[in-house]
């Protein structure tokens, strides 16, 4: 064991420490060292320091998760968007999927019931109510299922979001 000659990056003092050694704590200021060597050339760090650095890192990870996250959440609820009449875009809602079955259905018994009323033979004419109502059957539940689907993703997102912002704070 060969002894070598360091000094305390904290407050200068002289420090003679084992060529093995990794860690020291300075006798004079009781600063926490890292014992680092460039060949045959020794010197210290403070530990503090890089704790400081490895915190600051971990913290910009944690940002860049949660910029993330909130990325992948914007490209998936494009995938959930439903367009109205107008050829907007919007999230579904079970209760608008629901009210957009009972105006097709309603609007393809009115149908029926109207064309079946005309004078003549209206035959194939109230076979377009039905259309409307299974339109509008189908509709109503591929759009609720989306709905469905959104908020159960959405809930994941929220708790995933949470649970980073709450580590970010943590820190």
Not at 39 to 64: C, M, P, R, S
Not at 74 to 103: L, Q, W, Y
Request: a neutral charge; glycine letters at 8%; proline letters at 2%.
């Amino acid at each position: 064991m060969t002894l070598v000659s360091v000094s305390c990056n904290s407050c200068g003092a002289a420090l003679n420490v084992s060529n093995k050694s990794k860690f020291v704590t300075c006798n004079y200021c009781k600063s926490q060292l890292k014992v680092e060597s460039s060949g045959e050339t020794f010197y210290t760090e403070i530990l503090d320091e890089i704790k400081d650095v490895a915190d600051d890192v971990e913290t910009i990870k944690l940002q860049n998760q949660l910029e993330r996250l909130d990325r992948e959440w914007e490209m998936k609820c494009k995938s959930f968007m439903v367009r109205d009449n107008d050829g907007h875009e919007h999230i579904p809602t079970a209760g608008g999927s629901a009210a957009g079955g009972i105006i097709a259905v309603v609007g393809g018994i009115i149908w029926m019931i109207f064309t079946a009323s005309m004078p003549g033979d209206p035959a194939i004419f109230p076979l377009f109510g039905l259309v409307f109502i299974a339109v509008g059957v189908i509709g109503s539940f591929s759009n609720g299922s989306k709905a469905s689907e959104y908020q159960t993703q959405k809930q994941q997102y929220d708790a995933k979001r949470r649970q980073l912002i709450k580590q970010l704070k943590n820190r």
